[in-house]
């Protein structure tokens, strides 16, 4: 066999894996060891373990685990609902109203987790029901839960940011500046729809009655449940758009400030430290592992010459610069329709971020644009995450089709975004380049 058919061969192998439903930290590091034994021989095993060993010697890779576990003590401690009740009181009035405070509370919930999973569950749990017992259309419901819990995937401090940063090395803080301006694009954007379909529709979501809305009074004391959450918020956020601290740090401080206010409000427990700690353990495992098989993959794919194949590829495709972005970004989003977005971030990212930089496009810009396309990864039919988050905590007569269906508006609105951002750069780049003048 031709020596430049050894890098296509590793892909198709590592499908076929995944095919078979074969988790995919195993299909990676599976076809690395296999390939590498039968090739080099038993001594090129080195290479799997020094890469193995790269992927997880970073410091920053400790803000993930920290991370993920600040948004398991707020889910557990009920910050959501409060967050949730808040905004359900002050935009009850407002034809659309439930819709537009779950995707606010969604942005929010972002900006204190990071963790989709989080999102979306919360969201599922708390505001599916309201907008369902209003007399909202259930698949505009559905819909917005999902559009909504993804947010975080943008909004600071997203995990999958960390991991981008981590794998391509771009500034974190930056990608942090320029998510936190695509998230707020795209609520916006959610939010405008919503708005839209209830004038143009009333049925589809409608206002509360006005002996459901709250008093002035109860609004004003709703949001005593917020401030903590800004707080949290403007302190770890800030603390890395400012330099003041590494993503780690923040990490470590918004870990602690989640303990801080689940003890003030008085619902923190030994059971419920103990159970984020387990559930923490099992997510970053996982995504552990994945780096891992992840960074054996790379290494040997780009011994076998696959870097250079691609990168050559890319250099003579016609169309120039713009189709190779495009053609990477279509292929994004049908890995994303098969695999979690952080197995997308340790797969594609190394070998497609490298040559588009070659070509001229801003690294950040880029880490932007592919961590919005990630975003629809979560909402894209038949495997998208979200879609199977949703299903969990849905009622018993909503099926998985409708879900599909209910999906479909919000990744419209995403490719709206992913299309002005193409067009309109500074859309994500001018907080960037205000604040940290990137």
């Known amino acids: 066999m031709a020596r430049e058919l050894y890098p296509l061969l590793m892909f198709a192998t590592l499908f076929v894996l995944l095919a078979g439903g074969v988790p995919i930290a195993f299909s990676l590091t599976a076809v690395s060891i296999g390939f590498a034994y039968v090739l080099w021989g038993p001594g090129a095993l080195n290479i799997v373990v020094s890469a193995a060993w790269g992927s997880m010697n970073n410091f920053v890779i400790i803000a993930v685990p920290l991370f993920i576990y600040m948004a398991y003590i707020l889910q557990k ?26 995707v606010v509370v969604g942005a929010v919930l972002g900006a204190v987790s990071g963790v989709v999973a989080a999102g979306v569950i919360g969201l599922g749990l708390i505001g599916l029901p309201q907008m369902l017992k209003h007399g909202y259309n259930r698949r505009m419901a559905l819909g917005c839960v999902m559009g909504a819990g993804t947010l975080g995937q943008l909004i600071p401090p997203s995990t999958n940011m960390v991991l981008y940063g981590c794998v391509t090395g771009v500034s974190i803080g930056g990608l942090f500046a320029g998510g936190l301006s695509a998230g707020i694009f795209l609520a916006v954007l959610y939010i405008g729809y919503v708005l839209v379909r209830g004038l143009l529709n009333p049925d589809f979501c409608p206002s509360l009655p006005r002996d459901e809305r709250a008093t002035w009074k109860e609004k004003l004391i709703s949001m005593k449940s917020v401030f903590f959450p ?15 601290a590494t993503p780690t740090e923040a990490a470590a401080f918004g870990a602690a400030g989640a303990l801080l206010i689940g003890l003030l409000k008085g619902r923190l427990t ?11 353990l099992g997510v970053s495992a996982m995504v552990g592992w994945t780096m891992i098989g992840a ?103 909503v099926d998985i089709v409708e879900i599909y269906k209910a999906s479909v508006p919000f990744i419209l609105l995403q490719v709206v975004c992913i299309t002005s951002i193409f067009l309109f750069p500074d859309i994500v780049m001018w907080l960037p380049r205000y604040i940290m003048g990137m």
Do not use: H
Not at 230 to 244: A, K, R, T, Y
Not at 270 to 280: A, G, H, M, N, P
């Open 230 to 244: 800004g707080l949290l918020i403007m302190v770890v956020l800030g603390s890395i758009l400012l330099g003041v």
């Open 77 to 102: 401690t009920n910050v959501v609902e409060d967050l949730y009740s808040a905004f359900f009181k002050w935009s009850g009035g407002l034809r659309g109203g439930l819709a537009v405070a779950t």
């Open 270 to 280: 030994w059971e419920i430290v103990y159970t984020s700690c387990f559930e923490t």
């Open 295 to 397: 960074g054996a993959f790379g290494s040997v794919f780009s011994g076998l010459g696959g870097n250079t194949l691609i990168t050559n590829i890319a250099m003579n495709m016609p169309g120039g610069p713009n189709m190779v972005f495009l053609v990477s970004a279509l292929f994004i989003f049908i890995l994303g329709m098969f695999l979690e977005p952080g197995a997308i971030i340790f797969l594609a990212v190394p070998i497609i971020a490298p040559i588009l930089s070659k070509l001229g496009f801003d690294p950040l810009w880029v880490g932007l644009a592919f961590n919005v396309l990630l975003q629809t990864a979560y909402l894209s039919p038949p495997f998208g995450f979200s879609l199977f988050y949703l299903k969990g905590c849905t009622p018993p007569d």
